[in-house]
């Protein structure tokens, strides 16, 4: 049993780029789906694929990698606000990571997304993670 599923996929990730897969499998969900897409559509990951195998799921991501340099494009992900403590922040709070060359992924009202668009709505929410 995982008591936390999103800090679970982070560390999926992050430990299938620093070891220099091609492709990481994760188990499905609404939250680990919409965090994926922002993934794909900020450029960290190469592409990505919903499979329905068993009652759960699976996502295959294909994670992205330097050209000349063979480094992965995702230094680090790190879990901010896990399930022993939460962390929120209002729309005039949301943190900049590496002062705007990283992202922060955040959970709002209005759906999962990245902080830039947050700030654009005037929207918070609870603070899912760093990528850079």
Not at 14 to 31: D, F, G, I, T, Y
Not at 117 to 122: G, I, S, V
Request: charged fraction near 25%; proline fraction near 5%.
């Amino acid at each position: 049993m995982i008591t936390d599923p999103i800090g679970d996929f982070i560390t999926r990730v992050r430990n299938a780029s620093l070891a220099r897969h091609k492709v990481v499998e994760v188990p499905a969900s609404n939250m680990r789906k919409a965090i994926t897409k922002i993934l794909f559509d900020q450029g960290y990951v190469l592409n990505y694929k919903f499979e329905d195998k068993g009652p759960q799921g699976i996502i295959k991501i294909a994670l992205k990698y330097n050209n000349e340099t063979k480094e992965p494009v995702i230094k680090a992900m790190q879990r901010v606000s896990r399930p022993g403590l939460r962390k929120y922040a209002g729309s005039k709070e949301i943190p900049r990571v590496l002062n705007g060359l990283g992202i922060a992924i955040l959970s709002t009202s209005h759906g999962v997304m990245v902080d830039k668009e947050a700030r654009r709505n005037n929207t918070g929410g609870e603070v899912l993670c760093y990528v850079y």
